[in-house]
């Protein structure tokens, strides 16, 4: 039985090194405090999971029943001068500093910005780790 706080997030590879980068919780007490983004090559798909699928479809997921965060709700990816972030067509949308990104429209993110997965309090802050 999935308790619907667990953190569904399990990145393949050795991970005894923090990621550089992390997302860190300003919204609802009850969500992970943390998302270490791991990201290379591959975009870093942040979403919900799926009790109906039953296997892991995304680099992070929410818990089952964390409803405002669409399956495959957005995307972080890195390019040349930094990151940018990607709406997947999420149903509750994906905010950065307060304003709506469309689906599919590429955002660029720096340390500092406020990154909303929908309306009801997951709510980050995209930050370096700590590596201390």
Do not use: W
């Amino acid at each position: 039985m999935l308790n619907d706080n667990t953190n569904q997030n399990n990145l393949s590879g050795d991970i005894s090194e923090k990621p550089a980068f992390r997302l860190r919780l300003i919204g609802d007490v009850s969500l992970p405090a943390e998302i270490p983004l791991a990201i290379g090559e591959q975009p870093f798909v942040i979403g919900r999971y799926d009790i109906n699928i039953g296997h892991k479809q995304c680099d992070f997921e929410f818990g089952y029943k964390t409803v405002a965060v669409s399956r495959r709700h957005a995307a972080i990816k890195r390019i040349p001068y930094g990151f940018v972030i990607v709406d997947l067509d999420s149903r509750a949308g994906t905010f950065i500093n307060g304003f709506r990104i469309f689906a599919g429209e590429q955002c660029q993110i720096t340390p500092g910005d406020r990154i909303e997965f929908g309306t009801a309090g997951a709510n980050y802050v995209f930050e370096f780790n700590n590596l201390l």
